[in-house]
């Protein structure tokens, strides 16, 4: 059997890692940007040195109490920051600031489309360094791994929310919504195939109907949307096998493997007593004022949820204002196309439509693009003003993602506009009625699908320029003679 949902439920909590983008790390002055040379982002700090230490980036304060206020957090006036030690090479002063018993954000959620997902916490902490493991492996290991520290250091704001999701589906859901909600604030570029931002997974499942929760796994190493689902689906099936063959889920850290589509044991978990915390005396505990806190508050921009609700006000449907929603560059071009007068209906329909299938071609983004602004929303007026029609729109557009040349230009040289003038439609169909006795006859016979033919005919004879509605004015006053 591979389906045991009429059966188990699972209940799934996550634990979520976001790279706070700020230009230097937590507690050292050297930069953290990815892809650097190894080892080039370092200082005595990062490196442990004795008799150094380590300076609160107040920029990473301030980015973790705008996530938190996102996320409908309180905000403790005080809190503090705690040592968790462990030993591992990635980890040069063999322990690594976090923050215990007293985080930044208490508290909060996150809505998905059926319910609010409880946030339990978010608190600051240091990244670990990257290790490369190389060479062959043999006996007395001419293999050997090497260590990159440049990402030692790098702030990590931890959001870890309550057991709340009871599907794949749902667990998916929430690390978008909360990963457009990061992006949207600037905190976090979300980027989960670079590791910037990460989740662990957290499943257990229980028979359905039962209350009590079950043991959980959590499952590491999860770098997509689609390896999260798969995984989650993955340790449903493990474990309700394990439930049914009357064994017992242990609990532990387990490491998901993408191209085998399974998880494997990494270690027994470790509880937080095994890392021994406590308070780090180098940094004293931080009081938030209340003036902070609305200090920061004030800036917050318009949320992704918010944006949503505001697309669909004016005019869109449910789905295209979640597709421009998702993508946030494009959502930012279609606000300032909307602040320029555009309609909202026909703007979304061309950026979603002829733009972005040319930017995915070319595989740019809209702001990379040549297409300003400006220049969108001087095509759109003309087609509003009807000084052009939808499919001439259509096809300039794409002359100007291509050129960059400006509309009104490109509608003289090319002479696009709309003929609407009667003395020049009016011959054109006095011809094709003239010319096509036969479709004239079937029509006035009754076959009035017929119209549509007569329209092509001039619509091909004016190259799409005529004014439909005097077009189909002047063809009727004609066949019905
Ligand atoms: P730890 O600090 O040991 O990782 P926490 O109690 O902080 O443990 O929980 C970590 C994550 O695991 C949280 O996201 C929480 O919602 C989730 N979680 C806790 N118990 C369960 C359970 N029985 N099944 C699924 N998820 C759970
Ligand atoms: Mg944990």
């Not at 978010?122 to 190389?134: I, P, Q």
């Not at 989740?199 to 039962?210: E, H, K, L, M, T």
């Not at 209340?290 to 004030?298: G, N």
Request: net charge negative; hydrophobic share 35%.
């Amino acid at each position: 059997m591979s389906d045991y949902k009429d059966k188990y439920e699972m209940v799934i909590g996550l634990e979520v890692h976001a790279q706070l983008k700020t230009n230097t790390k937590i507690f050292a002055r050297e930069g953290c940007e990815f892809g650097r040379e190894p080892n080039t982002e370092t200082s005595a700090v990062t490196l442990g040195m004795p008799g150094v230490l380590p300076v609160l980036n107040k920029e990473c304060v301030n980015m973790a109490i705008l996530t938190g206020l996102a996320l409908n957090s309180n905000i403790p006036s005080r809190c503090k920051f705690d040592r968790k030690q462990y030993f591992y090479p990635d980890l040069p002063k063999g322990y690594q600031i976090s923050q215990y018993d007293e985080p930044i954000c208490e508290g909060g959620w996150v809505q998905i489309s059926n319910k609010k997902v409880g946030v339990t916490r978010a608190h600051l902490e240091e990244d670990a360094g990257k290790l490369v493991h190389a060479g062959a492996a043999g006996l007395y290991g001419s293999s050997y791994s090497l260590v990159d520290l440049n990402r030692a250091g790098t702030p990590l704001l931890e959001i870890v929310s309550e057991p709340d999701m009871r599907s794949s589906e749902e667990a998916r859901e929430y690390v978008e919504n909360l990963r457009n909600i990061l992006k949207y604030i600037g905190v976090c570029d979300g980027n989960l195939e670079e590791g910037s931002m990460r989740a662990d997974c957290n499943i257990s499942i229980r028979p359905i109907g039962q209350k009590e929760f079950g043991t959980r796994a959590e499952i590491k190493n999860v770098n997509s949307f689609r390896s999260l689902v798969r995984a989650i689906e993955y340790e449903f099936i493990r474990q309700a096998e394990i439930l049914e063959e009357g064994g017992q889920v242990v609990q532990e850290t387990r490491l998901w493997d993408d191209n085998a589509g399974i998880t494997s044991s990494m270690r027994g978990k470790e509880d937080a007593h095994d890392y021994r915390y406590f308070p780090e005396p180098d940094l004293m505990p931080l009081e938030i004022s209340r003036e902070w806190v609305e200090k920061i508050r004030a800036t917050m921009p318009e949320l992704p949820a918010q944006k949503l609700e505001r697309y669909q006000a004016v005019g869109l449907s449910e789905y295209d204002a979640n597709v421009l929603v998702n993508q946030i560059d494009m959502a930012l071009y279609f606000d300032k196309l909307l602040q320029a007068g555009a309609d909202a209906k026909t703007a979304s329909n061309f950026l979603m439509g002829e733009v972005a299938a040319y930017l995915k071609e070319e595989k740019i983004s809209i702001d990379e693009s040549k297409l300003t602004v400006e220049n969108f929303a001087k095509l759109l007026d003309l087609l509003k003003k009807g000084t052009i029609s939808n499919n001439i729109a259509k096809g300039l557009i794409v002359d100007i993602l291509n050129t960059g040349e400006d509309a009104q230009s490109l509608v003289d040289k090319k002479g696009l506009s709309v003929i609407s003038d009667e003395s020049s439609i009016l011959p054109i169909v006095q011809k094709i009625v003239a010319d096509n006795p036969e479709q004239v006859a079937a029509y006035k016979g009754g076959r009035d699908k017929l119209f549509g033919f007569f329209v092509g005919q001039a619509m091909k004879e004016t190259k799409g320029r005529a004014n439909p509605q005097l077009l189909n004015k002047l063809l009727k006053e004609e066949l019905d003679k």
